[in-house]
């Protein structure tokens, strides 16, 4: 199936610990995002890679760090886990940065404890 | 920096009434506006977009509008069925050689399509 994957789809952690999220897309697009998506269903985004190259860091806590190793793959791995971070967090990708639809992953729903 | 708000948040109709939702955005350099559905517990999809060079866009029973003078744009979703019933988010963007070019979103409209 083509689609944009992410793992793991619920993911249930203390307060402080370190961890990561997966994104894999094979449908050959050129650009990767991570959007946050709050309580209150609002969608924001957090990072873009563009061919592996980081075109979009929004003003997010340095403790979230976005790795691109290759146009198909978008990570997001987050130290020192706060009660705010709880939310769904969405990979999506999208042929040309901006401007062509997005294909949004199933969302990883991240609860701090 | 691109702004786009959204109404209403909620909208309750009745199986086979019409349902409208606007949006509005702040940066006249946005050319490009998807809509996309939100099913619970699943990712957003798109349904439908439009491109600044373009007024109307109609696909079956659903249709967008962009208004770029008054920098609004609606979706229409005529003959409503229960499964319409989702939440539905508007986005711009602007395409440009550097810096940001990512969809920003608007607050999201919850349909309620009434049996």
């Known amino acids: 199936d083509t689609a944009v994957s992410q793992t793991p789809k619920y993911l249930v952690t203390q307060m402080g610990n370190d961890k990561s999220i997966k994104c894999e897309q094979n449908l050959g697009h050129d650009t990767m995002y991570w959007y946050k998506q709050d309580s209150k269903k609002f969608l924001k985004i957090m990072f873009s890679?563009?061919?592996?190259?980081?075109?979009i860091n929004e003003t997010v806590p340095n403790r979230f760090s976005p790795k691109s190793p290759d146009k198909a793959h978008l990570n997001l791995h987050i130290n020192s886990l706060e009660l705010g971070d709880s939310a769904v967090y969405f990979c999506?990708?999208?042929?040309?940065?901006?401007?062509?639809?997005?294909?949004f992953g199933s969302g990883t729903r991240l609860t701090v404890v | 920096g691109e702004n786009v708000e959204q109404h209403p948040s909620t909208l309750s109709v009745q199986e086979g009434d019409s349902a409208v939702i606007k949006c509005t955005y702040s940066?006249?350099?946005?050319?490009?506006f998807p809509w996309y559905k939100q099913e619970l517990g699943k990712g957003p999809q798109l349904i439908i977009d439009i491109r600044s060079n373009v007024g109307e866009k109609k696909d079956q029973r659903i249709a967008v509008t962009l208004n770029k003078t008054a920098k609004h744009f609606s979706l229409h979703i005529t003959e409503t069925q229960p499964e319409d019933s989702a939440v539905y988010f508007c986005?711009?963007?602007?395409?440009?050689?550097?810096?940001?070019?990512?969809?920003?979103f608007g607050s999201g409209t919850r349909l309620q399509v009434q049996p």
């Open positions: 986005a711009a963007s602007k395409s440009e050689d550097t810096g940001r070019r990512a969809l920003t």
């Open positions: 999506a990708s999208s042929r040309h940065a901006g401007t062509s639809g997005y294909t």
């Open positions: 940066d006249s350099a946005s050319n490009y």
């Open positions: 890679y563009n061919n592996k190259e980081l075109i």
